[in-house]
């Protein structure tokens, strides 16, 4: 598996969801802490962001 690079991480929501759609696909054996630092991430700023959006989700009950 070539290993992902990112030449400008710019903190974007869409660089963010790109990191965790590989992560899932390629970071068997990995924790994401470790996947983010192999790849020049700073983690501490995706976590925040995946707390962030993860905030926002909210279970809803739906009536039929």
Same mark, same amino acid.
């Given at each position: 598996?070539?290993?992902?690079?990112?030449?400008?991480?710019?903190?974007?929501?869409?660089? =963010?969801?790109?990191?965790?759609?590989? *992560?899932?696909?390629?970071?068997?054996?990995?924790?994401?802490? +470790?996947?983010?630092?192999?790849?020049?991430?700073? =983690?501490?700023?995706?976590?925040?962001? *995946?707390?962030?959006?993860?905030?926002?989700?909210?279970?809803? +009950?739906?009536?039929?």
């Amino acid at each position: 598996c070539p290993r992902l690079k990112f030449i400008q991480f710019m903190e974007r929501t869409s660089d =963010y969801e790109q990191l965790l759609f590989l *992560y899932k696909a390629e970071g068997k054996g990995f924790s994401l802490e +470790q996947y983010c630092i192999n790849n020049e991430i700073n =983690y501490r700023t995706f976590d925040r962001w *995946y707390r962030n959006q993860h905030e926002r989700v909210r279970a809803v +009950q739906v009536s039929k």
